[in-house]
C-alpha cells in the first residue's frame, strides 16, 4: 500500500470507530477485508487510527470535522505535513481537499481543546497533577513505551536482556523499577519471541511493575490479589518473593488466561470463586488493584479517554470505595491492604484512601506510590495500609 493509501484505510476505520464500533474490532475487520494488506501496512494503519483517536478533540479542530477525514487532516497539519502530499485523489489515497477543508483551521477554544482532555475532566485531571497538567496531557497525545517485566523465577535483568537482543528485540533497564525493562526495538517481535514463550519476560508496563515494589511482600506470606484481571499483577508479586498466592476477580472469565500465564511464568497462583473466598482464611497482604478511570493508560487506550462520562466516573467511584470495604475484612490483624489505580486523579486516589481511613479505625497510612505519564511509565497510584493487630 502507498502512505496515502494507508491514510484512507484509516480514514475508513477511524468513520466505523466514530459511528460506535470499537477500535479493535474495526481494525481486525478491516484486516480481513482487506488480505491483500501486508504487516507493515497493517502496523502502519494500527499507528494513523491510534494517532487519531489519541489526539481526537485536538486534530478535529485542526482538520475541520469530527469524521475520518478530518482526524486525518488534522494529524497532518498537527505534524506540518502538507495535507496535498496525502491527500491527491490518486491511487488509493484520499480525494483532493475540498474548497472547505483547505481554509485554516479555527484557533483552540481552550487548553483542554488543545490538549485532548474532555471539559469535564478537566478541573480533576488539572487540580489533581497541577503544575504538570500540560505536560501529563501531552504526554497522553502519543504513543506509549514498550515496557517489559523480567521474571526474576526464570532470569535476571543482564540475562534477559542479553537473551532478547538475540532475537533482535533491543532494551535497556527502566528506572521505574529494577525488573523493568524498555524496548528500544524489535518491539513487535516480543509476542512471538521465545524469551516471551519461555516466561523470562512479560509484557508489563514500568509503573505497574513499580506498584508491586511498593509492596510489603516476605518469603511465606499468604497474599490475595483481589482483583486480579488477567494476572499481571499476580504474576509480578509471584516474582518477587515466595509467597502463597491467590487470585480473585468479580467477573473470573477475566481471570481464564492465568493459569496458562502462571505456568509459562514458573508461578503457583490459586484462583478463587466468591464462595471459596467466603471460607478462605485471612491474608497477611490483600492488594485491591481497582477498575478506573484508566486516566493513567489513555495513550494505551485512548477510546477510554472519549468514553467516559461523570456518570460513569461516579459509578466507578463507589465500586472503588465498595471494593477497599470488602477487600478490608480479609486482611488478618497485623496484615496489609494495598489501594491501587491505574488513575492520575486524586478522586480515584487519595481522597478515596482518606475517606477509608476516616471511617475506619485502626488501619495506618505505610508506603504510598504516585507515577505520572509524563515521567515515561503509565500514570499509577498506591497505597498501603496495615491493619493495627
Ligand atoms: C484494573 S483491573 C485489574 C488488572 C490486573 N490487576 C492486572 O494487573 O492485570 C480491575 C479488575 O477488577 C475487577 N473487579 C471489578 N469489581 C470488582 C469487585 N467488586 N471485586 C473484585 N474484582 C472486581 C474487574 O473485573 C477487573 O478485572
Not at 477475566?254 to 467466603?278: F, I, K
Request: proline share 4%; with cysteine.
Amino acid at each position: 500500500m502507498t502512505p496515502a493509501a494507508r491514510q484512507q484505510a484509516a480514514i475508513d476505520i477511524l468513520d466505523l470507530i466514530l459511528d460506535g464500533e470499537a477500535a479493535e474490532k474495526a481494525l481486525t475487520s478491516w484486516g480481513r477485508r482487506n488480505r491483500y494488506a501486508g504487516s507493515k501496512d497493517r502496523a502502519a494503519v494500527r499507528d494513523h487510527v491510534f494517532t487519531a483517536l489519541r489526539c481526537r478533540r485536538s486534530f478535529a479542530v485542526l482538520g475541520g470535522a469530527q469524521t475520518g477525514r478530518g482526524l486525518v487532516l488534522g494529524s497532518l497539519r498537527a505534524a506540518d505535513i502538507d495535507p496535498a502530499t496525502v491527500f491527491s485523489g490518486q491511487g488509493y489515497g484520499p480525494a483532493p481537499l475540498t474548497e472547505a477543508e483547505n481554509t485554516a483551521p479555527a484557533a483552540f477554544a481552550s487548553d483542554a481543546e488543545r490538549l485532548d482532555i474532555p471539559d469535564w475532566i478537566w478541573p480533576s485531571f488539572s487540580n489533581s497533577l497541577a503544575d504538570a497538567a500540560e505536560a501529563a496531557a501531552r504526554a497522553l497525545q502519543s504513543r506509549a513505551p514498550v515496557h517489559l517485566r523480567v521474571n526474576l523465577l526464570r532470569s535476571n535483568r543482564a540475562d534477559a536482556i542479553e537473551a532478547l537482543a538475540e532475537e533482535g528485540i533491543i532494551c535497556v533497564p527502566h528506572a521505574a523499577s529494577e525488573t523493568a525493562l524498555e524496548v528500544t526495538l524489535g518491539g513487535r517481535k516480543i509476542r512471538n519471541s521465545d524469551c516471551f514463550a519461555d516466561g523470562l519476560v512479560e509484557l508489563q508496563d514500568a509503573a505497574s511493575q513499580a506498584v508491586v515494589d511498593t509492596l510489603p511482600l516476605q518469603d511465606g506470606m499468604r497474599v490475595l490479589d483481589f482483583c486480579a484481571g488477567g494476572g499481571g499483577k499476580s504474576l509480578a508479586m509471584a516474582g518477587r518473593a515466595k509467597i502463597d498466592l491467590f487470585a480473585h476477580d468479580a467477573n473470573p472469565i477475566r481471570m481464564n488466561d492465568l493459569p496458562q500465564r502462571a505456568q509459562r511464568a514458573g508461578a503457583d497462583v490459586t484462583c478463587l470463586s466468591e464462595d471459596e473466598l467466603e471460607k478462605a482464611e485471612l491474608f497477611d497482604l490483600v492488594l485491591c488493584d481497582v477498575p478506573c478511570s484508566g486516566s493513567g493508560s489513555w495513550r494505551r487506550a485512548p477510546e477510554g479517554k472519549w468514553r467516559l462520562t461523570r456518570e460513569m466516573l461516579d459509578e466507578i467511584r463507589l465500586s472503588q470505595r465498595q471494593i477497599l470495604e470488602d477487600a478490608s475484612k480479609l486482611v488478618r490483624p497485623g496484615g496489609h491492604l494495598a489501594y491501587a489505580t491505574c488513575s492520575m486523579l486524586d478522586e480515584e486516589n487519595s481522597v478515596q484512601i482518606q475517606s477509608f481511613l476516616d471511617k475506619h479505625e485502626g488501619w495506618s497510612r505505610g508506603n504510598q506510590g504516585n507515577w505520572q505519564v509524563q515521567a515515561g511509565t503509565d500514570g499509577f497510584f498506591v497505597t498501603v495500609l496495615t491493619l493495627i493487630g
